[in-house]
């Protein structure tokens, strides 16, 4: 394990010489902390200690599944959904890495809204979305689950979403706690939220890394290399938050270093990247398992006709865990 040194020491440590194997990463969104582990294989140089140059691709607006799938990357970052959309659709990926050990995600409402009390106070009212079918089975879930009628208006804002709800513009919406919660408490804002696995929807694992399964079939110590660099990156974060965080920011990326600095600090003291004893990027299999069953069900998965999908009854060959260091 490498102890804390300055950030500048660390940069410019001397690597081994030897022949660098290229390979890409395509990101699921603009550079976070979601993503730190990453930054610090490149950096640190774990990835030119197995002899890898691995370039970090520019978030673009098609998303890293389809990138992926495309083989415009070797691999990808990948959300639970775009993974498994991807998947069940019939392309040949393959999850090997779980960042988020559980679920960060959790529906947010301003603290002084007297409507909101319980998710079933939610029926009626306005929800600020971003488009995709997983919204409607979680916010839906939620409700039903707690006696409520599952009816609700959506205004679809994005990353504008944030602003309509401080402002009173809606109701409620979705964040990230690690992020956009960062961001609330940073700004002063007073939110409340709902956990979702409080309310029916099943505890899942969050951010994927992943491969084509030609590619792992064709040389899986390439990739198990690429692996086991990556999990040092990430162990090295969980220990050194603080100084994984000066690595993100010393990318340029980031206007607000506090909050990447807060974000950090949410990740290592909620637990989200190590769960007991388990090393960082395990997959457990039941999460796994659980919220695919679960998108098949609600009718989140379909196919390229728009006709829902049904559960194939066995999803442990989406994954593959056969690099793991234990």
């Known amino acids: 394990m490498i102890r804390p040194l300055t950030l500048a020491a660390l940069l410019a440590a001397p690597l081994t010489a030897q022949a660098q194997t290229d390979l890409t990463v395509a990101l699921d969104w603009m550079l976070n902390t979601n993503h730190v582990g990453l930054v610090v294989a490149r950096d640190l140089g774990f990835y030119a200690e197995e002899g890898l140059s691995v370039d970090l691709l520019p978030y673009s607006d098609t998303n890293s599944a389809a990138l992926l799938a495309a083989g415009v990357a070797d691999l990808a970052y990948l959300t639970s959904l775009g993974f498994m959309s991807a998947k069940a659709g019939g392309a040949d990926l393959v999850a090997l890495w779980a960042t988020m050990q559980r679920e960060a995600g959790r529906l947010v409402f301003n603290s002084d809204n007297p409507a909101i009390t319980r998710p079933a106070d939610l029926s009626g009212l306005t929800y600020a979305g971003f488009g995709s079918a997983w919204e409607a089975a979680l916010i839906g879930t939620m409700i039903r689950h707690d006696g409520g009628e599952p009816v609700w208006d959506t205004v679809t804002l994005g990353t504008g979403a944030y602003e309509a709800l401080a402002s009173g513009a809606v109701d409620f919406t979705l964040e990230v706690a690690t992020w956009e919660g ?145």
Do not use: C
Not at 216 to 242: K, S, V
Not at 269 to 283: A, M, Q
């Open 182 to 326: 960062v961001n609330g408490e940073l700004l002063g804002r007073e939110q409340s939220s709902f956990t979702y696995a409080d309310y029916g929807i099943p505890e899942q694992q969050g951010g994927y890394i992943g491969t084509t399964g030609a590619l792992l079939a064709e040389d899986p110590e390439l990739i198990a290399r690429f692996m086991r660099a990556t999990q040092a990156g990430y162990t090295w974060a969980a220990e050194n938050p603080a100084e994984a965080a000066d690595l993100l920011i010393a990318t340029g990326e980031f206007p607000n270093p506090a909050l990447v600095q807060g974000s950090m600090q949410a990740i290592v003291e909620g637990s989200y990247l190590r769960d007991g004893s388990h090393p960082v990027g395990r997959i457990d299999a039941g999460k796994f398992a659980t919220m695919a069953e679960f998108l098949f069900d609600s009718g989140v998965l379909i196919d390229a006709g728009g006709a829902a999908l049904e559960w194939p009854g066995d999803v442990s060959g989406w994954y593959d865990q056969s690099w793991l260091v234990q």
